[in-house]
């Protein structure tokens, strides 16, 4: 029976059962906790919240989530203090998240459990890191895939089917696709959060100006001017979606994100400065997993799983790395000061 406790001083009790019978006022597309696939070890229910509010609780409290303030976006090792961090991105796309999910009737507690837990799979130098690391596998290294195997096995937080499903298809290019909806709106709100503030980076190095920009796309999306263009992606993910009876987009407004996305490629993220300096990265990583390799007992044991074989092992402990420690830590295998 839920309960909703009064108290003298003005406050309320609010426990689980209470929180869970308020889910059944969301959209009938919306995941309910009480519908939960559950988690692989069977556990006791929290007496206040739900299973989706521990999931999240739990990822926010995690060594990954607190490495990812350290974790490059896209410049590396910028100078400045109001460059985006993967953590400052993992943040706005919660923020996304949160907004589409409560526009549109979904889970909230799911959204923002997936949406803070996607990116802790991530390797030091973003993507040139997870390409480094694919240099040893066969297929691509994903950090998707990374993810899952931090929360399941390398620092284990048994969490829901939902939320461990969310992770591992947060990115397009992930089949199948995700179960949920809610795990649906993060590949949105990811995309726009971090085209838009990698933009305006960009804008602030002075590596692109406003009038580079596709007229195209400031035809669709409005002015470089704020939060605009994130307004405008968000309303089109809302109005679509209830059009639909489904997660999606406005085709103008898609077709303006793969323009937006096609030009931050080539004038971006794929510039010769950048290529160059996402070189001298991935030969870090390189040495790095190679290191390893020669001295496996050098990978400390909380960050080893000894069940792995020794690349695992290693490429475990390099993709946890942040960038100033596999920066500190090369520096201390193949740069020793000191000698004469």
Known sequence: MSSVTPIDTGLLVVDRQAREAKEAELSPLATRAVQS???????????????????RDRVLHSKAFRRLKHKTQVFINPEGDHFVTRMSHTLQVTQVARALAVALG???DL????????DCGHTPFGHTGEAALSDYVDGDWLHS???????????????????????????????????????????????????THDLHDALR?????????????????GPIKGRSWINVMVN???????????????????NAMKLFRDFMF????????????????????????????????EIPATYRNQEAD?????LDFVAGMTDRYALSLHDRLFRPRGLV
Not at 41 to 52: A, C, N, V, Y
Request: net charge negative.
């Open 37 to 55: 696939k559950g988690r692989l070890k069977p556990e006791q229910p929290d007496d206040f919240r739900t299973d989706f509010q521990l999931d």
């Open 236 to 254: 089109a993910v809302i109005d679509e979606s209830v059009q639909r009876g489904k997660i999606a987009m406005s085709p103008d407004v898609l």
């Open 310 to 314: 020794r690349l695992t092992q290693a």
């Open 266 to 297: 080539d004038r971006v993220y794929m510039r010769p400065a950048a290529v160059a300096q996402a070189d001298r990265a991935r030969l870090v990583i390189h040495q790095l997993v190679d290191y390893l390799l020669a001295h496996p007992d």
């Open 106 to 108: 979904l889970n909230e």
């Open 145 to 195: 895939a990374q993810g899952v195997r931090i929360f399941q096995m390398l620092e284990p937080l048994n969490l829901t089917h939902e939320v461990i499903d969310g992770i591992r298809a947060h990115t397009w290019k992930i089949q199948p696709p995700p179960e949920t909806p809610e795990a649906w709106l993060i590949r949105f709100a990811d995309r726009i959060a971090y085209l």
């Open 111 to 118: 959204t923002e459990a997936i949406a803070l837990a996607h």
């Open 205 to 221: 190095a002075g590596v692109i100006e406003s009038a580079d920009v596709p007229q195209e796309i400031i035809e669709c999306l």
